[in-house]
């Protein structure tokens, strides 16, 4: 149920010691068909890869990772990058915003989101932007979210399939 599901920071260290079930989290995206990034055929080995390459961000504040946990299980996830650029000291990117497939529609995603704009206002980024495939699950997150919309870009990505699809990018104020 929901309700038991925790939304928490996981540091560096948690972090490395999790990857198996971070891998898990990108897998089952991947193989759900959402647009992550990495195409069908994506190994559990390359997925905690990805997360293996996320672990120095993290240890030096430049990247902040919330997890839902459902008990002892890490079952979603999302990414906060802050702009690293001298003059966007105001500005973080939103990414690898992830459930469990077996987990969605129960208001897990909404509600990580909920906790990295609270995260991002807390660490003074106010200007957060994503991108995603235009249609997708995580398209409609961010509309009902109260995200805006400022430009579709036509065969941006490919499918996990291989097909060109296209992105919708956002932007948020908090
Ligand atoms: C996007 C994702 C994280 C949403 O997680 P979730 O826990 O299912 O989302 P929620 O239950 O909190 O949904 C919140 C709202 O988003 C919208 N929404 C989310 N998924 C939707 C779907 N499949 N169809 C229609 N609306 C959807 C709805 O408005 C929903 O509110 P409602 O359930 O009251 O109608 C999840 O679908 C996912 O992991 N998808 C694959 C990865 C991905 O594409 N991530 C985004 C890449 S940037």
């Given amino acids: ?14 972090a490395e010691q999790r990857l198996d079930e971070l891998g898990a989290i990108l897998r089952d995206a991947v193989e759900s068909g959402a ?4 195409l069908q055929g994506f190994t559990q ?9 996320q672990l120095a961000g993290i240890a030096d504040g430049g990247r902040h990772l919330l ?17 690293p650029q001298p003059n966007q ?12 497939a077996a ?12 906790a990295v704009e609270t995260l991002a206002r807390d660490e003074g980024r106010t200007l957060l932007m994503l991108d995603t495939t235009l249609g997708s699950s995580g398209d ?6 109260g995200w805006v919309e400022y430009g579709i870009v036509p065969g941006h990505a490919l499918s996990t399939l291989g097909v060109p699809t296209a992105t919708a ?6």
């Fill in 1 to 14: 149920m929901a309700h038991t599901v925790v939304i928490r920071e996981l540091g560096a260290a948690e």
């Fill in 35 to 38: 647009s992550v990034n990495f």
């Fill in 45 to 53: 080995t390359e997925a905690e890869d990805f997360w293996r390459g």
């Fill in 67 to 83: 997890v839902a946990e459902d008990g002892a299980r890490l079952i979603g996830t999302v990414v906060l990058t802050k702009a």
């Fill in 89 to 100: 000291p105001h500005r973080a990117d939103v990414g690898k915003m992830l459930v469990l």
């Fill in 103 to 114: 987990h969605r529609r129960r208001g897990i995603g909404r509600r990580l989101l909920d």
């Fill in 140 to 145: 409609l997150l961010y509309r009902s979210c």
């Fill in 169 to 174: 990018f956002f932007y948020k104020e908090v």
